[in-house]
């Protein structure tokens, strides 16, 4: 069984905290635009698949955004050389409810939300991590996978 300590000394996290710094560009024309000067809403959706095959060994696993806390996050810098930004990393919880999809294969797409700018009603932020799965055989073939994040802003 995979416990959320796993998960979370390997780094589970959300996207985006809603205040992303730096440079201007379309990430940033986004985030003003959910702060209300555009009065238009934005989520981030994922969009993970496997491109190499079955994923036996390090599957994403997500946890149930109804069973976290706004607590459970602390807020880390990030850093990539034309801009900077914040995520939530995600402190460990007994409340935490964790899954994943075994074996998924390259025609099967995990999707899910990371982050709605909605502040009421809904889900905001699903955490998320790639872990090492316990007794696997050691030449089982390395995990290879993409990840697609799509902004969708709505009105």
Known sequence: MVTAAALVRLGASTTTT?????????????????????????????????????????????CDACSISVKDLVVADLHYRDWSGELYLVQESPRHRWAYFSEMDRNEALVFKQYDSQ?????R??????????DIPPDAPLRQSIEIRCLVTYS
């Open 119 to 123: 502040v009421n009603g809904v889900a």
């Open 125 to 134: 932020f699903t955490p998320h991590s790639a872990f090492d799965l316990p």
């Open 18 to 62: 809603p205040r992303p710094r730096g440079r201007s560009g379309s990430k940033s024309c986004l985030w003003k635009r959910e702060s209300g000067q555009g009065r238009s809403a934005l989520r981030i959706v994922n969009i993970w698949r496997s491109i190499g095959g079955k994923v036996v060994d390090t599957p994403l696993a997500v």
